[in-house]
């Protein structure tokens, strides 16, 4: 849902076209962490760790992890990123699909490793996810002039179908419906949120929402831990 005149926090992120220094703090806070699995690690281990899955090679990663840094701080492309990373990755041979050890099965796989798409979901989930952890710490500043939230899905034949049903959804940015649907909601989720005042709502004729009701779902992780997350909400997101 789009409202003219009002501020999507994600718009000039999702664009990348916006350089944020809170963002660039709390991404560049972030320590290394080699992971084999996409769901070693949930939200709040992201947020103080920087990982991709089957990048073991802990000099590569931080490459990577440099070259994010400098996105956010430009406001550098997708395009200026992929030139530079593709090359030392394809050099050091994590690029395509290769034969590697699954430490947990014990067993030799085929993996996909670096490829044009996964290196649009690296850059994509990374610099939305350091936007969003930046700016839920400016609603939460507001707040008190600026007390709701809304949902704000991109409405195209790509969104998720529950992304799209929770889009225009208006509630308290203290409700506990954020603690688990605050964007972003998966890889390459590109829903935002618009924080609103009270007299925002009278003037755009919006009202309060009924809080969804989630249906809840159970991941096992590859450790075996558990994960409980909602319909729609990628199990590593909440």
Not at 214 to 221: I, K, R, Y
Request: hydrophobic share 40%; proline share 5%; net charge negative.
């Amino acid at each position: 849902m789009q409202i003219n005149g009002i501020v999507n926090y994600y718009e000039a992120a999702a664009q990348f076209e916006l350089t944020a220094e809170e963002a660039l703090e709390l991404f560049m806070s972030k320590g290394l962490s080699r992971s084999f699995r996409w769901d070693q690690m949930v939200r709040n281990e992201h947020d103080v760790a920087f990982t991709v899955a089957k990048l073991m090679n802990g000099d590569l990663l931080d490459f990577v992890k440099k070259e994010l840094t400098k996105v956010i701080d430009s406001g550098a492309t997708f395009d200026d990123f992929a030139d530079k990373i593709t090359p030392a990755l394809q050099r050091h041979g994590w690029w395509g699909k290769r034969d590697v050890l699954d430490p947990y099965s014990g067993q030799v796989i085929e993996a996909r490793l670096g490829s044009a798409s996964r290196l649009e979901t690296i850059f994509r989930t990374n610099l939305q996810s350091a936007y969003a952890k930046g700016q839920w710490e400016s609603i939460e500043e507001n707040m008190s002039t600026m007390p709701y939230l809304m949902y704000d899905a991109v409405d195209d034949s790509r969104v998720r179908p529950e992304h799209a049903q929770w889009d225009g959804i208006v509630l308290p940015a203290d409700h506990s419906f954020w603690e688990s649907h605050y964007p972003p909601n998966g890889y390459n989720c590109r829903c935002g949120v618009i924080q609103l005042s009270w007299q925002d709502l009278q003037d755009y004729g919006l009202k309060v929402s009924q809080p969804p009701s989630a249906n809840w779902q159970v991941h096992t992780a590859a450790d075996g831990r558990e994960i409980a997350h909602p319909q729609g909400v990628d199990p590593t997101f909440v």
